[in-house]
């Protein structure tokens, strides 16, 4: 009996002792490579959020294009047939972003627009809205309508 009790006594002092220098550099090695691992993912998570983003501008601006070529009439000559893509160089349109009260620009983007013509009575749009992201170079977005003239049925 009394040997069961020191068994229980020792057994308790070494329960009381803690962790060891090697436990806790384990457990500090697998914090630290979890935290690694969130900080990527929130990385990741902000790069996509920004080229989301540009995407939706480019959509935003190719939309209030093709929307000012549905408003012009049909012998307007904004809409009259292009030999390729207009203007040559596209058109410069900056998104900008406040920043301690200074506008910044955010993100550059270069409109063009190509018209064809169908036949007498209908006309192809097409938009095209480009930029460059970092790693990801040459971005589009394109919208493709018809237009058709309704005066001539």
């Known amino acids: 009996m009394v040997e069961l009790m020191r068994r ?5 002092r070494r329960g009381e002792r803690g962790f060891t220098l090697v436990e806790v550099m384990v457990a500090l090695g697998i914090l630290a ?7 990527a993912a929130q ?14 501008d480019a959509a935003e601006i190719a939309q209030t294009q093709v929307e000012s ?9 904004g809409l009259a047939a292009t030999a390729g893509w207009v203007p040559a160089g596209g058109q410069q349109v900056d998104r900008t972003v406040a920043t301690t009260g200074v506008p910044v620009i955010e993100q550059s983007y ?3 627009w190509r018209i064809t013509n169908v036949n007498a009575f209908l006309k192809s749009i097409d938009v095209r809205v480009q930029w ?3 790693n990801r170079p040459n971005r589009a977005y394109t919208v493709t309508t018809m237009r058709h003239n309704d005066s001539q049925s």
């Open 110 to 112: 270069t409109l063009q």
């Open 69 to 77: 070529f549905q408003r012009m009439a049909w012998t307007d000559a």
């Open 33 to 39: 490579t979890g935290l690694l691992a969130v900080a």
């Open 132 to 134: 460059n992201e970092d």
């Open 8 to 12: 229980a006594r020792r057994q308790r």
């Open 43 to 56: 990385l990741y998570a902000m790069r996509g959020g920004r080229s989301g983003r540009h995407t939706t």
